[in-house]
């Protein structure tokens, strides 16, 4: 049932309370008749600091599916291919934040459709965001933008929107997510990372430009993460890279706030979702911090399993 309605501005909101666990709170915001915002917050904070981490969903996924769920015979296989509840639920054991993730899902099932729809998505943009941190009355907090899949389209929307990145933002990443990156953006990413420490930029992505399905391509030699991640780091050269060439490669930064993860591919095979479902959130969420890799590793078994509920 609703706990509140009021207006942002012009536009017209309903909140509602959706489910109270023993750990978390679902709240629910329905925002300008086709945006959706699902928001999970611990029922207890104990850190002391907050960050608040906004998900722009996949194509095609919606929110239970992204949050997904202990599997029963018939259920949807995209229930058990992202599991951010589950490693949300990890990472709070893990960090010393108030983790709240904001996740963010359009009637379109596209952020890509969505803003090519949305004539004036850079200020719907700013108010989504504004809109969660009203809702919560936040005052002191860091904000994290992250998406998979088409989720990154909202990333780079946001990116639109400011002449610089602004200092609340303290995290960025791209879960194989990145398809919309071009040179435009390079000198806001390398003015934030260099204006702070606490400012991090991490990027998954794999061979897809080899990548067959039904032995067709499924991306343009162009298109797809594994050469828009390159491109990202030409352009960001001078933070001089150095890597780790293994089945994964990791590039990172001099000053370690710009991590690169490159899955070579010789098979040929897809592995989209896989940079999600094997911790890749935690580690979007830990790296850089006295957590990472604590009891879980990149692209190895789920470290979350045991939280899925």
């Known amino acids: 049932m609703p706990l509140k309605t009021f207006f942002y501005g012009t536009l017209f909101l309903l909140q509602t309370l959706t489910a109270v666990g023993s750990v978390d709170t679902l709240l629910h915001i329905r925002f300008r008749k086709d945006v959706s ?41 995209h229930y058990d291919i992202q599991h951010i509840r589950a490693q949300t639920a990890f990472i709070r054991e893990s960090s010393s934040d108030n983790i709240i993730v904001a996740y963010l899902e359009n009637d379109k099932k596209s952020w890509p459709l969505w803003k090519r729809s949305t004539a004036d998505y850079p200020a ?70 260099l204006r702070s420490r606490k400012n991090h930029l991490t990027v998954f992505a794999y061979n897809d430009s080899v990548a067959l399905y039904n032995d067709k391509p499924i991306v343009s030699a162009t298109g797809g993460t594994w050469y828009r991640s390159k491109m990202m780091m030409h352009d960001l050269k001078d933070l001089a890279f150095r890597v780790q060439d293994d089945s994964i490669m990791h590039y990172q930064s001099q000053n370690k706030q710009m991590n690169v993860y490159l899955k070579k591919n010789p098979d040929r095979k897809i592995f989209h979702t896989q940079q999600v479902e094997l911790n890749g959130f935690i580690h979007s969420v830990l790296i850089g911090t006295a957590a990472e890799n604590r009891l879980y590793q990149y692209y190895g078994t789920r470290a979350y399993h045991h939280l899925i509920r």
Do not use: C
């Open 37 to 77: 915002i699902t928001i999970d917050r611990p029922v207890k904070p104990t850190g002391k600091s907050t960050q608040l981490i906004v998900f722009a969903l996949p194509n095609g996924n919606t929110t239970a599916q992204t949050m997904g769920k202990k599997m029963e015979p018939g259920d949807d296989w």
């Open 124 to 193: 719907q943009i700013t108010a989504i965001l504004d809109t969660i941190v009203q809702v919560l009355a936040l005052k002191k907090y860091s904000l994290h933008l992250n998406g998979h899949s088409g989720g990154g389209s909202f990333i780079f929307g946001y990116l639109d929107t400011v002449k610089e990145i602004p200092d609340k933002v303290q995290r960025i990443s791209f879960i194989d997510s990145n398809y919309g990156y071009d040179s435009s953006y390079a000198d806001k990413l390398k003015h934030w990372l």
